[in-house]
Nanobody, 129 residues
Framework: QVQVVQSGGGSVQAGGSLRLSCAASGDPSMRVCVIWFRQPPGKRREGVASIYIRSGVTDYADSVKGRFTISQDNSKDTVYLQMESLQAEDTAMYYC??????????????????????WGQGTQVTVSS
């Protein structure tokens, strides 16, 4: 059983920054891969960043590479998504998911394989231009 609780988000002007937090609890083996993903209104879900907890290996979608940074604080069982240089097209509901994926499968696009019971509650990010 995995529980995921998100915090952060909000509204910001274009060019601004926000940090999202994802605190996971439960069996550590069931939450070794954390993926941040987003769903803009009326659009498809998009994985944006991933981190494999045991190795710290990260991966990013091209759309956020160089602007978003995923990191972890193991002492707090928390993963962060630092978002810089935000643009209007980054506006979306952001979710994190903690799942028992193999390291080689721990990539943003794997979010399609993660059931909803491994997701956080979501948090809105709105970027105004």
């Amino acid at each position: 059983q995995v529980q995921v609780v998100q915090s952060g988000g909000g509204s910001v002007q274009a060019g601004g920054s926000l940090r999202l937090s994802c605190a996971a609890s439960g069996d550590p083996s069931m939450r070794v891969c954390v993926i941040w993903f987003r769903q803009p209104p009326g659009k498809r879900r998009e994985g944006v960043a991933s981190i494999y907890i045991r190795s710290g290996v990260t991966d990013y979608a091209d759309s956020v590479k160089g602007r978003f940074t995923i990191s972890q604080d193991n002492s707090k069982d928390t993963v962060y998504l630092q978002m810089e240089s935000l643009q209007a097209e980054d506006t979306a509901m952001y979710y994190c998911a903690a799942a028992p994926l193999l390291e080689r499968l721990c990539i943003p696009s794997s979010i399609g394989a993660v059931p909803e019971n491994y997701w956080g509650q979501g948090t809105q990010v709105t970027v105004s231009s």
